[in-house]
């Protein structure tokens, strides 16, 4: 998408501004805090976006910043202000000579087999993957899967905390595509608002996004909500959720 004139220094002076606080945070943080700089010049501005969508200036500027994230749902209302498809939100953004770019983001292969002496794993983190997950009962059929070095250092996650689990239907997408890898941190149960968290219902694993509200409930978000609901949780059922853990990635970071 080229940018030019007025709107390209705009969104060229929002970077100078705004990008070197970025410095030192994960790359989901700064990957997100790039596309609500991109988005909040495209939709007009500043002062646009804090009227069209109720938010006052700290709030925007801590996105901006890249101190906090966003919710789900307010990436989707600022992508429709700007007139960009939602389903760039999923890809992989930068600028570069008056362009913006959206790359659809790089999956690294993750194969499920025995570990193999082929494997560079110098250059690899071997990590246990099930192809065969019994829902309500422990893991069966353990694989394993080798992830590259690269890759698994944007994660951040320890590796006996780490499982690999491969989705399965719609009900995320476009974030999760069926037939991925999703990569589970199961030492995180937080249920942290805006995050993804696989669960255990006893017939499924499903994954949802989680929106917290101020009386202590939830509600467990599918992202294609043309297909499916959201579920509110009560604080007083939270318990009886079973978590499995956070998703940190799949087709791209999160």
């Known amino acids: 998408m080229p940018v030019n004139g ?71 209302m600022m992508a429709e202000l700007a007139e960009v498809p939602i389903e760039y939100l999923g890809n992989d953004w930068s600028v570069e000579d008056g362009v913006i ?59 006996e905390n780490m499982r690999v689990v491969s989705a399965s239907g719609d009900s995320m997408s476009p974030t999760i595509v069926g037939g991925t890898p999703i990569f589970v941190d199961i030492s995180d149960r ?7 968290y696989l669960f255990d219902t006893g017939a499924e694993l499903i994954a949802r996004r989680v929106q917290r509200f101020a009386d202590g409930s939830i509600e467990l978000l599918p992202d294609n909500l043309e297909r499916y609901r959201s579920q509110h949780v009560l604080k007083d059922g939270l318990a009886e959720l079973k978590v499995v853990g956070r998703v940190c990635a799949a087709s791209r970071i999160l």
């Not at 937080?190 to 993804?196: F, I, R, S, T, Y």
Request: contains cysteine; glycine residues 8%.
């Open 101 to 159: 770019h959206f790359s659809p983001p790089e999956i690294p292969p993750a194969g499920f087999s025995e570990p193999s002496p082929v494997w560079d794993l110098a250059d690899r983190m071997v990590i246990p993957a099930y192809e065969d997950v019994v829902p309500g009962q422990s893991c069966l059929d353990t694989t394993w899967t080798a992830i590259p070095g690269g890759f698994w250092a944007m994660l951040s996650v320890d590796p």
């Open 190 to 196: 937080k249920l942290e608002d805006g995050g993804v």
């Open 6 to 76: 007025e709107l390209r220094h705009r969104i060229e002076r929002a970077l100078a501004r705004f990008s070197p606080s970025w410095e030192g945070r994960d790359a989901a943080r700064r990957a997100v805090a790039l596309k609500m700089l991109i988005l909040c010049e495209l939709a007009g501005g500043r002062l646009r976006v804090v009227d069209a969508l109720g938010l006052n200036d700290n709030t925007l500027d801590n996105y901006r910043h890249g101190k906090t994230e966003p919710r789900h749902s307010t990436l989707n």
